[in-house]
């Protein structure tokens, strides 16, 4: 027993000695961390209570040759500029306040890596608990130099651990892994700043931030480069139910074609809370992307992909597997591109999509407006005829500008879808249905048209545009039970807007109304044509508050009805007194 006891006494003695705060020598011979002789009083911090402080010194390359913890960092007011190394195949675990700057220096933390020869690992830096990187400081977390197998350097992240306002360089590879930033647990980025760079040689490995389990990327600010050579770019990976946060993330282009631009993935049921993350385009087959798979979500991000010359791609947004778009803000310029062509679920709702970039729905439903906004895209949406649709939803207003090629139909369930393309079709191929909302603008649609389904909320045809211009069907035109025709004039400029049919049906219970713009009292038998029936057949049935040679008065103006004038087939309506 007494022998027992000595020697457990024996070994507490000698870790006293060796571990407790201690503050770096100003001459500390080679840096070894791990030496007593270099720290004063003469033991090791390697303790979670333990604090290292640094100061002015002559040794400014502290090196960590074993496995260490400590509870903070701290470097004091006037502190020299110091280089932390923590080799190959050791860790610095930091585990209660974390790192505390007082300098006014920039203090640097790298994770080393061993040559080939010695298999090319990295050490690592751990934050636990709510330990922070501070602010001021630069981590540069290297790639491997070893072979396809070996592990670059890492930065841990664990807890509630915070990035706080740290720089990090995560490097790529010439042969295998890069380094890497990782976040579990409720860890946060902080308001960090990341850099991950591609692959340093062809097929070597990239460097990388990840998020895990309910991590957020906070308001940090990542970057991942574009590869250089025929390699990976840098990347951000989420997972779990992780979040990108308020975070600014941008996935650059490589500048060499075929050589991988960068990307942001959205894995397992992460979120691309309320973050911006825009994509580049760049020479063929490296533009930069983000991708949404698994059953994730971009939340109420803003997703931007850029174009570039006509030899290149354009940034790309994937919608893949069941993944959903949130009320999330698309933004697509040039050849900037949404892509839904790797759907398990053959529908995807966006808050919406604004600029003049490309979407590629496929056989999938495209359902738009879930952030109540108004916007207007001019880009081309396609479907490759495999039967896609378009559906407006919500509030807002979706302005089309251009000819699009899907087939499958459109669906406006709520708010306003004005079509002011000015050749082929603004909605596409399909039919085109209002079941409730409105449908306006002074473009050209090819399909049927229904304005009402019977619902119990109204469907309004508005064509024009505050007063002018014509709203052309090359189709049928029916005005279901809900459906109204709403009618704009303007006094000032004698002008008015107009719809033209091919085949008009106007179904019991369907209503009109009018507006005007200025007060002037137009001249008597001024004739407006409604609706123009382009078709052989007569319309079909009248507006239940406006019967063929009924009146309306609109503001000081008084029309009538006729819905056999024009050329025998249209609705007019012409002023009276």
């Not at 406006?412 to 596409?428: A, F, H, I, M, P």
Request: negative net charge; proline residues 2%.
């Amino acid at each position: 027993m007494k022998t027992t006891l000595l020697i457990f006494l024996t070994i507490t003695l000698a870790l006293d000695v060796y571990a407790g705060s201690a503050t770096w020598l100003l001459n500390a011979g080679d840096g070894n961390w791990n030496n007593a002789s270099h720290w004063i009083p003469a033991t090791i911090p390697n303790g979670p209570d333990d604090i290292a402080t640094f100061d002015v010194s002559n040794t400014r390359v502290p090196s960590v040759f074993a496995d260490t913890e400590v509870n903070s960092i701290v470097f004091n007011s006037g502190a020299s500029a110091f280089t932390i190394t923590v080799m190959p195949g050791s860790t610095l675990t930091v585990s209660g306040t974390g790192i505390i700057k007082n300098s006014g220096q920039t203090q640097n933390f790298i994770t080393e890596v061993d040559d080939f020869l010695n298999g090319g690992d990295g050490g690592s830096i751990s934050f636990t608990g709510a330990a922070t990187a501070g602010a001021g400081s630069v981590f540069s977390v290297r790639g491997s130099e070893g072979n396809y197998a070996a592990q670059g350097g890492h930065i841990d992240f664990y807890n509630s651990s915070t990035a706080g306002s740290g720089s990090f360089i995560n490097t790529g590879s010439a042969y295998a892994h890069g380094g890497v930033a990782s976040f579990r647990d409720s860890s946060t980025a902080a308001a960090g700043t990341f850099t991950n760079y591609g692959g340093a040689a062809t097929f070597g490995g990239n460097g990388k931030t990840e998020f895990l389990d309910n991590s957020s990327a906070g308001n940090a600010i990542i970057t991942n480069k574009g590869a250089t050579t025929l390699a990976l770019g840098g990347f951000v990976d989420f997972f779990g139910t992780s979040t990108a946060g308020n975070a600014a993330i941008t996935n650059e282009a490589s500048s060499t074609a075929y050589t991988d631009g960068s990307w942001t993935t959205f894995w397992s049921s992460s979120s691309g809370g309320n973050a911006t993350i825009t994509c580049y385009g760049g020479a063929t087959g490296s533009r930069g992307l983000v991708d949404f798979t698994d059953d994730s979500t971009a939340g109420n991000a803003t997703i931007i992909c850029h174009g570039e010359p006509a030899d290149g791609e354009g940034g790309i947004a994937f919608f893949d597997q069941s993944s959903t778009g949130g009320t999330a803000r698309i933004e697509l310029f040039g050849k900037g591109t949404l892509s839904l062509t790797n759907r398990e679920v053959p529908k995807l709702a966006v808050g919406s999509i604004e600029g003049d970039g490309f979407v590629n729905i496929e056989r999938n439903g495209l359902m738009i407006g879930s952030n109540n906004l108004s916007t207007s895209f001019s880009g081309i949406i396609d479907d490759a005829g495999l039967g896609g649709s378009l559906t407006k939803i919500g509030n807002g207003t979706l302005t089309l500008g251009n000819a699009n090629n899907y087939t499958g139909g459109t669906h406006v369930k709520r708010g306003s879808l004005v079509v002011n393309n000015t050749g082929g079709s603004g909605t596409g191929t399909g039919p085109l249905q209002v079941d409730s909302g409105k449908l306006g603008g002074k473009g050209i649609i090819t399909g049927a048209v229904t304005v009402g389904s019977g619902g119990n909320k109204p469907a309004v045809l508005t064509p024009g545009d505050r007063g002018t211009g014509l709203l052309v069907i090359q189709n049928t035109l029916v005005f279901g039970s809900n459906g109204a025709c709403h009618w704009q004039f303007d006094t000032r400029t004698f002008q008015a807007t107009g719809v033209f049919a091919q085949g008009v049906t106007i179904n019991n219970g369907a209503t009109f109304s009018a507006s005007g713009q200025g007060s002037v009292q137009l001249p008597l038998g001024m004739v407006f044509s409604v609706i123009s029936n382009t078709a052989a057949t007569p319309i079909a049935g009248t507006f239940a508050n406006l019967p063929d040679d009924g009146t309306t008065t609109i503001g000081s103006n008084t029309f009538r009805a006729n819905y056999e004038g024009g050329d025998g087939n249209d609705l007019t309506l012409t002023v009276v007194p």
